[in-house]
């Protein structure tokens, strides 16, 4: 293998985790539908978790713990702001280039999630 290829090899797989980091990113902060929680509704809920568990069946009880689990992970997650400024960097710096070797066009980027200002800033225009 030549240094050439090598150094192809490498510029291809950082490119790539750069797209693949802001991608998750974005998908991780995307806003949900429906109203939203608060630490109250969830304490309010997890109350209710305990009452219906006395007299549960087990099939419902697996249910409700497992339910239990998952707004206890939300309620310690709730609150805390992902800043993506550095990977939307690293994904404006490599994305046009990427974009070129895979052909990806602009409207699949706007599909995905990218913002059209973050195109923009990567050089990648509606006409690619």
């Known amino acids: 293998m030549t240094d050439e290829h090598k150094a192809a090899l490498a510029t291809g797989r950082n490119e790539g985790n750069a797209v693949r ?4 990113a974005l998908r991780n902060n995307k806003p ?4 939203r929680r608060t630490r109250e509704s969830i304490a309010s809920r997890l109350e209710a978790i305990d009452a219906e568990l006395e007299s549960a069946d087990p099939m419902t009880e697996l249910r409700l713990r497992q ?3 998952d707004l206890q992970a939300e309620s ?3 609150g ?3 800043d993506i ?3 939307e960097n690293g994904f404006v710096t490599v994305a046009r280039s ?4 895979q052909g990806i066009s602009y409207a699949t ?3 995905i999630g990218v913002d059209a200002a973050v195109l923009k800033r990567a050089g990648i225009s509606r006409g690619e």
Request: no cysteine; net charge positive.
């Open 21 to 24: 980091n802001y991608l998750e």
């Open 32 to 35: 949900k539908r429906g109203r």
């Open 67 to 69: 339910e239990r689990r």
């Open 76 to 78: 310690t997650s709730m």
């Open 80 to 82: 805390e702001k992902i």
């Open 85 to 87: 400024t550095a990977l």
């Open 98 to 101: 990427y974009s070129a070797r």
């Open 109 to 111: 980027w706007r599909e």
